[in-house]
């Protein structure tokens, strides 16, 4: 079985392209999600946040994602101890959740893939392309945040043009070209 990697930046469509895959039957691992599950429900996890964040990390046994989310995008020590964290039990999962697999090929989609370094694990990876202007838009949509906010979120990010040129594929997400016919040519490919 293959593993392929699907990353892009915030705001790229990551997750409307595996949307697209998942209707053709490839299983996807979806890391981000994973990693807030984990955050909540593994007590190993949970007690190393509180050791290292102090209690407040979590209000009424619920993660208290704002307060973490400013701790990290705020400071970079803080946000690789927080993936230092995080990784590892995300990565522990995934390799669980792709034992039970039996597809040809699966998905691991990752904002962060090439940043925490998990794109060694993999086979090759899908890079979602979009231009900034149009990620920014569609965040300020989808998350009602500040362009502050978002442009903090993007600088802990890897420039879009590294992470294409590291990746086997490229999928533009960009609302003029069509993505069906991209995501069927990278999953033909992928069968064979």
């Known amino acids: 079985m293959k593993k392929i990697g ?11 392209i595996s949307n697209v895959f998942r209707t053709l039957g490839v299983p996807v691992f979806y890391a981000d999600d994973e990693a807030k599950r984990l955050m909540v429900e593994d007590e190993n ?8 964040f102090g209690a407040e990390v979590f209000v009424e ?32 999962s995934f390799n669980n959740w792709c034992q039970k697999q039996s597809a040809q090929y699966i998905l691991k989609e990752a904002a962060i893939l090439f940043e925490s370094g998990s794109y060694k694990e993999l086979d090759a990876v899908i890079c979602v392309k979009c231009p900034k ?28 043009e590294k992470k294409c040129s590291l990746s086997q594929y490229i999928i533009r997400n960009d609302d003029e070209s069509l993505v069906i016919p991209q995501v069927l040519e990278i999953h033909k490919e992928l069968l064979k």
């Open 61 to 92: 046994n619920t993660l208290n994602r704002k307060y973490l989310s400013e701790l990290a995008f705020n400071d970079e020590n803080v946000l690789q101890t927080l993936n230092n964290l995080v990784h590892p039990a995300v990565q522990n």
């Open 133 to 160: 202007p149009k990620r920014v838009e569609r965040i300020m949509k989808r998350d009602s945040v500040t362009l502050e906010q978002i442009e903090s979120r993007m600088s802990k990010q890897w420039d879009e």
């Open 45 to 52: 996890l949970k007690n190393e946040l509180i050791s290292v």
């Open 6 to 16: 699907l990353t892009g930046n915030i705001g790229s469509g990551k997750t409307t």
